[in-house]
């Protein structure tokens, strides 16, 4: 049982800080030099510090000692942005750091490569209080690509309010497929399905610009996505028409959606009549009790 007379005690971190801060990129008492980015910013460091808040730290000096290696030689780090390295080593220095939204994806990643838990929390947190309309979808991509579950359920709840607006923005467009896919997966989508195939269809189009690649191999997994069964019979009359030119929807899709448009047969177990938030009652759609309003 610990005695009542002794306890720790703390003093202001922000004092703390702010002292060790006078030692970021300082080449007094430091023993360790980077070579950061294309523009092969110097920056300086201490060993000491860097090794012992950092295990990648750690292990690329002890990695140096064991080779015998005790030339002050620089690293090259080219593949780091300078502003970005700065913000980590400031966080390694001082438990404190400036972000921007045009920075914090960069700095989420380096955090994660030389894992910094703490840094990568500090990430996550600000990209979830700066969420909007205009940045949301590099949000989403950011959250599904350093595996952030909870930043990309944030994220998704944000698409899913503001649905349309999202569609439009430059962010959408630059989705990788992986991603877009992940966004028409969800049934609280608030737009109507033939709005939902035209975004995709802007997406792919724009992309195959880009790639150079058909409208058809660019959105080849994301299409399986759209639930044509939801789009309206005359709607999708033209979109059958359109799709013997260019091409970009399997056939399959579209002969399922004529099929229950026939028949009338909804299969529970398949997203593809499973109405949305944003679903539009039409007569066609009366089975899913999605009839249009008389």
Known sequence: MGSERERASFGDPKVFAVEMSRLLNSQEFG???FIVGEEKRVFFGHRCVLGTRCEVFRAMFADQAAKGDTSLDPYILSDVQPTVFHTLLEFVYTNRCTL?????????AISIEYGLADLTRVCVEFIRDTLSVDNVCEATQAALTYQQDHLADKCLAVIEENTEAVFKTRGFTELSDDTLSYILG??????DEGEILKAVKEWATVNSVVSGESMG?????TIEHIRFPLIDPEELAFIDKENERKQYIPISLIKNAWK???????DPSRKQTRPRAGTLPKESLKVLGLGART
């Open 186 to 191: 969800s049934d609280n989508l608030m737009a």
């Open 31 to 33: 023993d360790i030099k």
């Open 217 to 221: 191999e660019v959105c080849k997994n």
């Open 260 to 266: 229950f448009h026939a028949t009338k047969e909804v």
């Open 100 to 108: 921007s939204l045009d920075t914090v994806v960069d700095v989420m």
